[in-house]
């Protein structure tokens, strides 16, 4: 993609690819990101994970800048840890690195980010009924298919970020009342079905 890049959002390249391609490295990011700071014992109790494994993980994190010290909770023994960036950028650039590892780490990485997506969609059905009234009739599960070019799938995506990011400027504070993190997954590739049989040549 060539759109600007937010200072707030790392665009991924080789090097930072391979020291974030680790399950559980990514699943640690993602908590830092979404749960806000904490130490690796919080992590490790929250992941499954032993304090040791955790702690590890985070110190190559924090190598290749992925997290960062919270200086505003750093005060005791234990190291507070915060993300360094609020969005990860992913070039598809790196599906074709002459690099075989960079092209396995890119394999990796969509395919772990794929089952955290998958993962987030099954705990909100396994625990919607403890949200209230108004959340359960404000969600979506979609799907939609349509004939396009890969020109007219582009344009397509581009503008469904471009409506996202006008309610991006519109966020509400953490202490709106009736406000929640509101999870947003956008898939679109081509299908192969019964009645095309063969898949398109470029």
Do not use: C
């Amino acid at each position: 993609m060539n759109e600007p890049l937010d200072p707030q959002v790392r665009q991924l390249d080789a090097r930072s690819l391979r020291g974030l391609a680790h399950p559980l490295r990514m699943q640690l990011l993602d908590a830092l990101r979404f749960g806000g700071p904490a130490t690796a014992s919080q992590l490790a109790a929250k992941l499954g994970e032993s304090s040791g494994a955790t702690s590890y993980h985070l110190r190559q994190l924090a190598a290749h800048g992925f997290i960062e010290d919270d200086p505003e909770r750093g005060k005791g023994k234990e190291r507070w840890w915060k993300a360094a960036h609020e969005g990860l950028r992913f070039d598809d650039a790196l599906l074709t690195d002459t690099d075989p590892t960079v092209r396995g780490a890119a394999d990796l990485y969509l395919y772990e980010t794929a089952t955290a997506r998958t993962q987030e969609l099954s705990t909100w059905l396994g625990t919607r009924r403890s949200w209230p009234e108004e959340w359960n009739r404000t969600w979506d599960m979609s799907s939609m298919t349509l004939r396009l070019t890969p020109d007219l799938t582009r344009e397509l995506i581009a503008k469904m970020h471009e409506l996202v990011d006008t309610y991006r400027a519109r966020a509400v504070d953490a202490d709106t009342p009736g406000a929640a993190q509101v999870r947003l997954h956008t898939h679109a590739f081509p299908l192969t079905t019964d009645t095309d049989p063969e898949r398109p040549q470029s």
